[in-house]
């Protein structure tokens, strides 16, 4: 069998330490300080790579399947909630709880909520697919923001650039927010298409 190379763009550091699990949320975060400063590792305060034992509650990896999922996202370009769900064995639930349980962002169901199209509509539609996330209301000069990846700062300033507004971030399944990212948008085409029409 043939031996797979590591990733060049991966921290040999962080990569033999292939036995060790790291909590989910670490992997997000690692992730994104990596699309914003570039190849680098965790460190603690005596520099070691900082793995704290996962709460239960917490879903954890091993740094190998994180690797897997860095390259299949840059391979596929898949958003990273997506890259996880697809080479580990984490579930939305996971996901979810995991950022619920370490930072408090609530959990809200969207089967459960009446969207607000309008609101949604304030965000475009490319933005909504590329960082997974969707408007659900907007009071006053907030937008409630269904986010799949809270952590990412970058959706979140792009979000308030568009629209002029503050955000409160709400946790949202994957598949929850983009079903209803395309319910929203299909309902304004059919406005749209009224008003033509008309």
């Known amino acids: 069998r043939e031996k797979q190379e590591p990733d060049e763009n991966i921290p040999h550091s962080f990569l033999a330490e ?21 190849p680098q590792k965790p460190r603690s305060r005596n520099g070691h790579l900082n793995f704290t034992r ?22 596929h370009g898949d958003h990273i909630t997506d890259a996880v769900l697809k080479k580990s064995h984490v579930s939305e639930e996971d996901i979810a709880i995991s950022f619920t349980a ?6 809200l169901p969207l ?5 607000n199209f309008d609101a949604a509509k304030m ?15 907007k009071m006053h000069n907030t937008l409630l923001v269904a986010m799949a990846n809270p952590l ?8 308030e650039s568009l629209t002029n507004c503050f955000v409160q971030i709400f946790v949202g399944s994957v598949s929850d927010i983009k079903k209803t990212i395309e319910r929203c948008y299909r309902y304004h085409q059919a406005d749209d298409r009224q008003r033509l029409d008309a």
């Open 18 to 38: 292939t036995s060790k699990l790291i909590p989910l949320i670490e992997l997000f975060k690692l992730f994104l300080s990596t699309e914003e400063h570039g």
């Open 54 to 75: 996962h709460h239960k509650h917490h879903a954890a990896l091993s740094t190998h399947k994180f690797q897997e999922i860095l390259i299949h996202h840059k391979l």
């Open 102 to 107: 370490s930072y408090g962002f609530p959990y």
């Open 111 to 115: 089967n459960n909520y009446e969207i």
């Open 123 to 137: 965000i475009p539609h490319e933005i909504a697919q590329k960082f997974i996330l969707v408007t659900i209301d």
């Open 152 to 159: 990412d700062t970058r959706a979140i300033k792009k979000v």
